[in-house]
């Protein structure tokens, strides 16, 4: 089984769609929970972050951790087509003292359409 | 701007040719990463480096070494490349300790081995 599972995708939604991107993961010790947009061709980066269970909003994203079903989930309101990218949930462990490290879901390869 | 630059963005090589890839970052990051990604799946890490503290991954193939000179540079050595080793790899970095969940990706080399 892996660590982190995300539904590959591809997604194909109409512009102004609400989407759900999802990821369960196995290891109860995760820290941290990532959001990461890789568009295409380039590098993955930093969309947000949350360290509790709950929800965490920043303009139309909103991220949610449950912890105890060991699920999380990023919510985009009013899709746009410039949100067409690849999504990748993290989940970091905290090493003290030597940084740490990312595990990354697969990613879920979203096209929003005009 | 601060940023990760890798070099180069295309590389070609041939089955069992040595190549190195680079990587630098005026960022001042004391963490360093090197992910592989292949296609559709999740960056996967190969190691990190928390200033010169070298931290390889247990399945990281003996194929591949690294070396941090400096802050600044980082390389990734592919001492006899195979078929399976055609990927995308990632350089990162990140600050210790809570910030290390912030990866500040490069734009990636693509690496084709023929």
């Known amino acids: 089984q892996k660590e982190v599972e995300q539904d590959p995708g591809p997604l194909s939604v109409p512009e102004g769609a609400i989407v759900s991107l999802n990821c369960t993961y196995s290891?109860?010790?995760?820290?941290?929970f990532m959001w990461y947009r890789q568009y295409s061709r380039k590098g993955p980066e930093l969309l947000m972050y949350?360290?509790?269970?709950g929800n965490k909003e920043d303009g139309r994203f909103t991220a949610q951790v449950d912890k105890s079903s060991k699920y999380i989930s990023l919510f985009i309101r009013d899709s746009q087509p410039s949100d067409s990218a690849t999504y990748l949930c993290?989940?970091?462990?905290?090493?003290?003292?030597?940084?740490?490290?990312?595990?990354f879901g697969q990613g879920t390869e979203l096209s929003v359409k005009p | 701007d601060a940023m990760v630059i890798q070099n180069p963005r295309y590389q070609v090589t041939q089955f069992g040719k040595p190549v190195t890839l680079s990587c630098s970052q005026t960022?001042?990051?004391?963490?360093m990463y090197w992910y592989q990604q292949k296609s559709s799946q999740a960056p996967k890490l190969l190691f990190h480096?928390?200033?010169?503290?070298?931290?390889n991954e247990a399945d990281t193939p003996d194929n591949f070494q690294s070396r941090r000179p400096n802050t600044s540079f980082c390389f990734l050595d592919i001492r006899s490349p195979g078929l399976g080793d055609a990927a995308m790899y990632l350089c990162?970095?990140?600050?210790?300790?809570?910030?290390?969940?912030?990866?500040?990706f490069g734009p990636g080399t693509r690496l084709t081995v023929t």
């Open positions: 960022l001042n990051h004391n963490v």
């Open positions: 290891n109860s010790a995760f820290q941290y």
């Open positions: 990162a970095t990140s600050r210790l300790g809570r910030g290390v969940f912030e990866q500040y």
């Open positions: 949350t360290y509790s269970s």
């Open positions: 993290a989940m970091s462990l905290l090493i003290l003292n030597q940084g740490g490290k990312l595990i």
């Open positions: 480096y928390y200033d010169k503290d070298f931290n």
